[in-house]
């Protein structure tokens, strides 16, 4: 079983950064997927970022180029650096983890089976 604690949300005035964190417990990073996604007020989740099994990171569209994923196996977190933040990044985001996705599925967050309880993030002057 895999727990997962996202940390570092907050409030932040537009073109600010953040950098969120998700502890990982229960399993080492072996053969698992990390990914972040988000939900808005009203909205769908949606895909962010992962790091895939091999370590290579994937990125939508929205956020290439102001995001940047990464994986520490010393600390077991995957942190999120996010700069240059827009009122529309203002969303609850959420770290995930499976073992058994392809890649043609890992933008879909059913696929994933672990999740933690979000970090809200808020973007406003």
């Known amino acids: 079983q895999v727990q997962l604690l996202e940390s570092g949300g907050g409030l932040v005035q537009p073109g600010g950064s953040l950098r969120l964190s998700c502890a990982v417990s229960?399993?080492?990073?072996?053969?698992?997927?990390w990914a972040w996604f988000r939900q808005a007020p009203g909205k769908e989740r949606e895909f962010v970022a992962c790091?895939?099994?091999?370590?290579?990171?994937y990125y939508t569209d929205f956020v290439k180029g102001r995001f940047t994923i990464s994986r520490d196996n010393d600390k077991n977190t995957v942190d999120l650096q996010m700069n240059d933040l827009k009122p529309e990044d203002t969303a609850v985001y959420f770290c995930?983890?499976?073992?058994?996705?392809?890649?043609?599925?890992?933008?879909?967050?059913?696929?994933?089976?672990?999740w933690g309880r979000g970090t809200q993030v808020s973007v406003s002057s």
């Open positions: 995930a983890a499976d073992r058994q996705l392809i890649l043609s599925t890992m933008r879909s967050p059913e696929q994933y089976d672990y």
């Open positions: 229960g399993r080492t990073f072996s053969g698992y997927t």
């Open positions: 790091i895939w099994r091999g370590g290579r990171p």
